[in-house]
């Protein structure tokens, strides 16, 4: 009897912190876009990667060698498809160039990459200015992504991500240092 009474009252303290503290809201991006501009249009042209959050360190295990990643988000030669360029800076210097395309979901921003049927990413707002977050999921795996159109964002911004990403419990948390200058996107 006294397990039953003691289990009771801590879920309603439980419930009664859940009801004070709550994480801060974000919410998710909608076709009617932003500046009154259809979605995808105010999300096109560069954007850089500043951080990444997961559950875990190993769904950020990709970013470890990253210095930074510019990206170039660009409508694709069919509708419905949206064409994303990346260069990624190594820390030992090198640029990569990276390639995908997104397929748009009919009536709203969830992407589907192309060769990936399991992955899914959903954009959502963020209170940065110039900011973007974007939730990555597939087999495996789900992690919150931060972009930017500045390679330095204000500080407040990167620590405003990291607590919302950890009060939505993804406790590791990965920032591209930005030490070397971005590699140059490629045009095609």
């Given at each position: 009897m006294f397990h039953q009474v003691w289990a009771a009252l801590l879920y309603l303290f439980g419930i009664l912190l859940n009801s004070i503290y709550q994480c801060p809201e974000y919410s998710q991006l909608t076709t009617q876009g932003v500046d009154g501009k259809e979605f995808p249009e105010?999300?096109?042209?560069?954007?850089?990667?500043?951080?990444?959050?997961?559950?875990?360190?190993?769904e950020l295990v990709t970013f470890d060698p990253v210095d930074n990643i510019v990206f170039s988000m660009a409508t694709g030669s069919a509708p419905m498809q949206l064409q994303l360029r990346a260069t990624i800076r190594m820390k030992n210097g090198h640029c990569v160039p990276r390639k995908w395309i997104y397929h748009l979901t009919e009536g709203s921003t969830d992407l589907r990459t192309e060769g990936r049927p399991d992955m899914r990413t959903m954009l959502f707002s963020s209170s940065c200015p110039g900011g973007i977050m974007l939730k990555e999921s597939g087999h495996g795996y789900q992690r919150f992504l931060l972009y930017n159109r500045s390679p330095?964002?204000?500080e407040t911004c990167v620590e405003e991500f990291q607590s919302l990403t950890s009060c939505l419990d993804f406790k590791a948390f990965l920032r591209t240092p930005r030490n070397q200058e971005a590699c140059e996107l490629s045009s095609n």
């Open positions: 105010p999300h096109l042209g560069r954007w850089y990667f500043i951080a990444g959050a997961a559950p875990t360190k190993e330095h964002p204000h």
